[in-house]
């Protein structure tokens, strides 16, 4: 691809939009199951617990997530208006019984209150985040004592690989998640990292390490 088409599948990773948006949503979700699968683990969910989830994409793993206990309740925000209808169609079943609801939010400020969720996640948004030490504060907020959020990305080391990451990203490894951490009063309780054989945009198939970072409101 050339850069003017690899600056828009970036533009398309961080926010779908139009028929394409779909399309990427969909390869997203195949490719990032794995990783989606393993940040919802290190969340140890209990029953009756409040979930949010940042960056959800089309959410095809809201069934999944659901089974993890009983009495689950869980809120999605996204910044694209397309994935939020994407998310609300193809979850109806979940959002008519009010155990699901989609929200659009600013990609900073998180409009739920003080304490409201016992578990939290997000999968390869981290790299879009444009204040990540506000966002992460205001993540601290509305999380309930003793709640935990992971946030699963895939290592810097590996990102430099792909062309299209010079544009839009901000590429994270395990220190400089941590600093960014420690800048809250989040504490770190746990980091797991897999490797996993992926198939890259460009078809071919790759190792791709990633990262789980799993801390608590103490």
């Not at 533009?11 to 949503?25: D, T």
């Not at 948004?125 to 506000?134: A, C, D, G, V």
Request: proline share 3%.
């Amino acid at each position: 691809m050339d850069n003017e088409n690899m600056e828009d599948l970036a533009s398309q990773l961080r926010q779908p939009q139009g028929m394409k948006g779909i399309e990427v949503a969909k390869t997203m979700n195949e490719t990032n199951i794995r990783m989606i699968y393993h940040s919802i683990k290190c969340l140890n969910i209990l029953d009756n617990n409040r979930l949010l989830e940042l960056g959800h994409a089309n959410c095809t793993h809201l069934e999944h997530l659901l089974n993890q206990g009983a009495n689950l309740t869980y809120c999605g925000l996204e910044m694209s208006e397309l994935m939020n209808q994407e998310s609300q169609r193809i979850n109806k079943a979940y959002t008519d019984t009010q155990q699901a609801s989609f929200y659009l939010y600013d990609g900073l400020n998180i409009p739920f209150p003080d304490n409201y969720f016992d578990r939290i996640f997000t999968v390869n948004t981290i790299y879009f985040w444009s204040k990540p030490e506000l966002l992460l504060s205001e993540l601290y907020r509305v999380t309930s004592p003793n709640g935990m959020m992971s946030i699963t990305f895939a290592q810097m080391e590996f990102m430099k690989q792909l062309p299209f990451s010079q544009f839009h990203f901000e590429l994270y490894d395990n220190d400089k998640i941590a600093k960014l951490v420690d800048a809250t009063p989040f504490k770190i309780i746990g980091a797991e990292t897999q490797t996993e054989v992926v198939k890259s945009k460009a078809g071919d198939l790759v190792d791709r390490e990633f990262t789980t970072i799993t801390m608590k409101k103490e």
